[in-house]
């Protein structure tokens, strides 16, 4: 397998996905995002996957994590 500068891996994509997602729906800071169940149906992606690609977002400052409470657009 040759990989190279475009090639993403899972939750590279499914956190464009999400970003895309958050414009479509016109999202702003402080907007909640659907819960994990929701969002990997959505998205049609595994939870772990999802998971990995909302860490990915949080570290970019685009989400913030709540525990307990959920996902919120920063």
Do not use: C, F, W
Not at 15 to 26: M, P, Q, R, T, W
Request: net charge positive.
């Amino acid at each position: 397998m040759n990989l190279n500068s475009t090639d993403k891996s899972l939750p590279e994509k499914l956190s464009d996905d999400i970003v895309s997602y958050i414009l479509e729906k016109e999202l702003k800071p402080g907007d909640k995002l659907p819960n994990e169940s929701i969002l990997s149906k959505e998205m049609g992606a595994g939870r772990s996957s999802l998971r990995e690609a909302i860490k990915l977002l949080a570290s970019r400052n685009i989400v913030t994590v709540k525990q307990g409470s959920g996902t919120y657009i920063a």
